[in-house]
């Protein structure tokens, strides 16, 4: 019993409005990305948007990049260019390794949910009041984010 009350407390969580400023701080270096791999695309077709079925060439593109970022941040380096500044990192809620499939639950399933089902947006708020300060997509991956030991 004492062992998982250590287990609880051994980490200090990271709440909402930190995570809130990572991932805004993660939107604006994505922008930033998809402004420099998307450029070539301007002088192509007079620059129209390039049209496939339904999707453009640009959107297609630009929502790789959105994913890979985090699948690829988050599996490297246990944390993306926001998590950094801000002294987060994701772990994995049994202190293993993180594995692609979670973080493939985490990264990409639990931010398309988000993304598309506008109203799933709001899900993120369980961030701020569960003990753990566990999203969604957090549960979904089984994984946690905590705050870097200084």
Wanted: net charge positive; charged share 15%; with cysteine.
């Amino acid at each position: 019993m004492e062992e998982q009350i250590a287990q609880v407390t051994k980490y200090q969580y990271a709440g909402f409005w930190m995570r809130f400023w990572a991932y805004i701080l993660d939107l604006i270096i994505i922008f930033s990305i998809n402004g420099i791999v998307l450029i070539p695309f301007s002088f192509i077709n007079d620059g129209k948007p390039i049209d496939i079925g339904f999707w453009t060439v640009s959107g297609i593109i630009s929502t790789i990049v959105y994913f890979l970022y985090f699948l690829c941040m988050t599996k490297f380096f246990q944390q993306t260019l926001g998590k950094m500044i801000f002294g987060l990192k994701v772990i994995k809620e049994d202190d293993s390794s993180l594995k692609w499939n979670d973080l493939f639950f985490r990264e990409v399933i639990g931010r398309f949910i988000h993304n598309v089902f506008k109203i799933f947006v709001f899900l993120y708020l369980f961030v701020a009041f569960t003990q753990q300060k566990v999203g969604i997509h957090d549960m979904i991956g089984n994984t946690r984010v905590i705050h870097l030991e200084r």
